[in-house]
């Protein structure tokens, strides 16, 4: 049997999408909504997104961005904090205005300062969400200074959340853009309120990226990349074909020059060409039949919302990625810059 030249899918999601906001939410959201009908929008903006209004009013902002006649549909969610309010959680989720809530240890990655201190003082906001079906987001990383930076991730699963999935039993939770043979290994392990996302990068890079002849800081994104094992470990998650595993680029766009400095940013920009990523990935595991389901049915599975009925279409035609790409007056450097990809989405 020959090669695929050609690949139809439904319509794929993104569970897991930093869009920013102003100048640069307005360079980036075209690249998300080319190929995606909803994605989930983390909500770190400064302030960080912790009202329903705030949601709705952030909401409003992405769909203005949008191109005349564009379909997609942003998902918005809240950013827990110390003080998170039960009831305002549960008005926004009941309002639509939030699909899910993130948690994000303080510090952990790019405007996560207001992030949680101590799990303890969030339980009663964990209790109602556990209550009323709404999913919370967690970056697993612990942000001790005395763990070893590659290390963050194992360890939050051993120390927090181990103990969260089991006082929470009937709270649905996704572990964000997992690194790790651990995190895989307890995602599948575990029952079915527990599933994962997984970007490209993390299927695509393992930690020599960083050091590849100097230092590259186009590579660099928290959690940061690990091991071979690790990446052969995400990757065998992703194509496994189980429900549990889903769609998450974490696209994360900062300014060149805030990439490329003495205290650079963490975060890669891979939305330009996610779905050709993502289809070269699972090609390269002999697995482009199980795409569709980690790409567009595994994700609203588990968020309990319909499939998309629209279709989108890959052909094998070898795609040159750009080295750099204009936005908010300055350029941004995509994911696979200057590489070719053999995947190019003729039909969105």
């Known amino acids: ?12 999601d993104d569970w897991h999408v930093h ?45 203005d961005a949008l191109p005349e006649g564009s379909g997609f549909v942003p998902l918005m969610t809240c950013y827990l904090t110390d003080h998170a309010d039960p009831d305002e ?8 205005l939030f699909t899910a809530a993130k948690l994000y240890p303080a510090h952990a990655t790019t405007n996560s300062a207001f992030g949680v201190t101590d799990l303890a003082t969030i339980r009663p906001a964990l209790e109602r969400m556990q209550r009323i079906g709404m999913p919370l987001l967690v970056h697993g990383e612990v942000t001790d200074r005395d763990i070893d930076i590659f290390d963050r991730e194992a360890v939050y699963i051993d120390r927090i959340l181990t103990g969260l999935v089991r006082d929470f039993p009937e709270l649905r939770i996704v572990l964000e853009h997992i690194t790790t043979a651990e995190a895989a290994a307890f995602v599948e392990s575990a029952g079915p309120t527990v599933a994962a996302t997984v970007t ?22 928290l959690p940061v990349v690990k091991r071979e094992r690790h990446r052969q470990a995400v990757r065998k998650a992703a194509v496994s074909g189980s429900a549990k595993f889903f769609l998450g680029t974490d696209s994360a766009p900062h300014a060149v020059e805030r990439k490329e400095a003495d205290c650079g ?3 890669i920009f891979n939305a330009p060409y996610a779905i050709e990523s993502y289809a070269t990935a699972f090609e390269e595991e002999g697995a482009l039949d199980r795409l569709e389901a980690f790409a567009s049915e595994n994700g609203p599975l588990f968020y ?6 629209e279709r989108i279409v890959l052909e094998r035609v070898p795609i040159e990625v750009e080295t750099s790409l204009p936005a908010a007056g300055s350029a941004l450097v995509p994911f696979h810059a200057g590489e070719t990809l053999p995947w190019r989405l003729v039909q969105a």
């Open 1 to 12: 049997m020959g090669e695929a030249t050609r690949i139809e899918i439904r319509r794929p």
């Open 19 to 63: 869009l920013r906001d102003g100048e640069m939410l307005r360079a980036v959201a075209s690249y998300t909504a080319r190929q995606f009908a909803r994605a989930i929008v983390m909500p770190n903006l400064v302030p960080p997104v912790t009202t329903a209004g705030a949601a709705e009013a952030y909401r409003q902002r992405v769909l």
């Open 89 to 96: 959680l549960a008005r926004g989720h009941e309002a639509g």
């Open 200 to 221: 490209p990068h993390h299927m695509a890079l393992n930690r020599n990226a960083l050091f590849e002849g100097g230092l590259r800081p186009h590579a660099y994104c």
């Open 265 to 267: 940013c963490a975060g």
């Open 304 to 309: 309990g919302l319909p499939r998309n009925e």
